[in-house]
T-cell receptor, first 111, second 110 residues
Framework: NAGVTQTPKFRVLKTGQSMTLLCAQD?????MYWYRQDPGMGLRLIHY???????AKGEVPDGYNVSRLKKQNFLLGLESAAPSQTSVYFC??????????FGPGTRLTVL | GQSLEQPSEVTAVEGAIVQINCTYQ??????LSWYQQHDGGAPTFLSY????GLEETGRFSSFLSRSDSYGYLLLQELQMKDSASYFC???????????FGSGTRLLVRP
C-alpha cells in the first residue's frame, strides 16, 4: 500500500496562475482533508470531504476549490494564485476520523 | 473562538521524561489528538483521547481531562529521534475536522 500520495511535491507559480494539487489514497478511507501549514505554525483546514461526491469548507477556504469525484482522489484547485498562498499543503485521509494519515506534502511558492 | 495553547519549545535530556501540555477552548469537542512532525516531514498520528484518563502506547502516553479542557502528552525514555514538533489537535464534530495547536518543538540533548 502506498498510503496517501500527493502530486506534485514542489511547484513555483506566478501570481494569477492556476494549478491543481492531486491527493490519492489506497486505503478505502471515507474522510479526506486538505490542510496548509505556514512556517512555525500548526495546520489549518482548507476543505474536507466525508465521502465520494461531497465537499465542505474548513477554516481557510477562500481562494481554493476542491472536488471528490472518486473515493480515492481529492483535488485541490487554486484558480488565481496569490503570494499569500505560498505554503506547504498536506492532504490527509481517515477511516473513522480519529486517526488521520498524511501525505508527504506539496511545497508551493507563489511569486 | 477556537484556541489551543501549548508551549512553543521544550528541551530535555536523552533518557528523561517530558510532558507537553495542551489547553483548548473550542465550540464542540469530540476528542483530543496528538501528532508528531519531524522537520520537512508529514505529521504522523500518535494518540487519541475521547474520554477522561490516560492512554498508553509504548513510550508515549496521553491524558485528557474534559472538565478542565486540558490534556498532555508524556514521552518517556527520550531518544534523540524524538526531537520533533508535537501538535495537539481537537476533533470538534462527527466530520472529524481537526483544529491544530501551533506545536511544541522538542529538542532532545545527549
Amino acid at each position: 500500500n502506498a498510503g496517501v500520495t500527493q502530486t506534485p511535491k514542489f511547484r513555483v507559480l506566478k501570481t494569477g496562475q492556476s494549478m491543481t494539487l492531486l491527493c490519492a489514497q489506497d486505503m478505502n478511507h471515507e474522510y479526506m482533508y486538505w490542510y496548509r501549514q505556514d512556517p512555525g505554525m500548526g495546520l489549518r483546514l482548507i476543505h474536507y470531504s466525508v465521502g465520494e461526491g461531497t465537499t465542505a469548507k474548513g477554516e481557510v477556504p477562500d481562494g481554493y476549490n476542491v472536488s471528490r469525484l472518486k473515493k480515492q482522489n481529492f483535488l485541490l484547485g487554486l484558480e488565481s494564485a496569490a503570494p499569500s498562498q505560498t505554503s506547504v499543503y498536506f492532504c490527509a485521509s481517515s477511516l473513522n476520523g480519529n486517526e488521520q494519515f498524511f501525505g508527504p506534502g506539496t511545497r508551493l511558492t507563489v511569486l | 473562538g477556537q484556541s489551543l495553547e501549548q508551549p512553543s519549545e521544550v528541551t530535555a535530556v536523552e533518557g528523561a521524561i517530558v510532558q507537553i501540555n495542551c489547553t483548548y477552548q473550542t465550540s464542540g469537542f469530540y476528542g483530543l489528538s496528538w501528532y508528531q512532525q519531524h522537520d520537512g516531514g508529514a505529521p504522523t498520528f500518535l494518540s487519541y483521547n475521547a474520554l477522561d484518563g490516560l492512554e498508553e502506547t509504548g513510550r508515549f502516553s496521553s491524558f485528557l481531562s474534559r472538565s478542565d479542557s486540558y490534556g498532555y502528552l508524556l514521552l518517556q525514555e527520550l531518544q534523540m529521534k524524538d526531537s520533533a514538533s508535537y501538535f495537539c489537535a481537537v476533533n470538534r464534530d462527527s466530520s472529524y475536522k481537526l483544529i491544530f495547536g501551533s506545536g511544541t518543538r522538542l529538542l532532545v540533548r545527549p
